[in-house]
């Protein structure tokens, strides 16, 4: 069973940076597609950034040039860097991962992100 394990949210102010890290464990194959997710006390969860297996990136608008996602394909890891916070980037984020042979993707625990302005 694979399993998604988040670390790295925490409170920032207006401006600042932090890194999420999610990793997989519980596959003996390297990651589809990786992605991070977010969902604020009053909104649905919305994409943030995927990443494949093959290093192919995508970002929501609201996040293009600030995010950047990245992994290391061997260890099945996924990263996203988080620079110029704003307030509205307060949420929980979630860890999402698509393996070969399984059709059903797996979401991570979340990790609370709070940036205070």
């Known amino acids: 069973q694979v399993q998604l394990v988040e670390s790295g949210g925490g409170l920032v102010q207006a401006g600042g940076s932090l890194r999420l890290s999610c990793a997989a464990s519980?596959?003996?194959?390297?990651?589809?597609?990786m992605g991070w997710y977010r969902q604020g006390l009053r909104n649905q969860r919305e994409l943030v950034a995927t990443i494949t297996g093959g290093g192919t990136t995508n970002y929501a608008d609201s996040v293009k040039g600030r995010f950047t996602i990245s992994a290391d394909n061997r260890k099945n890891t996924m990263y996203l860097q988080m620079n110029s916070l704003k307030p509205e980037d307060t949420a929980v984020y979630y860890c999402n991962a698509n393996f070969p042979l399984v059709s059903n993707d797996y979401w991570g625990q979340g990790t609370q992100v709070t940036v205070s302005s």
């Open positions: 519980g596959s003996s194959f390297r990651f589809n597609r």
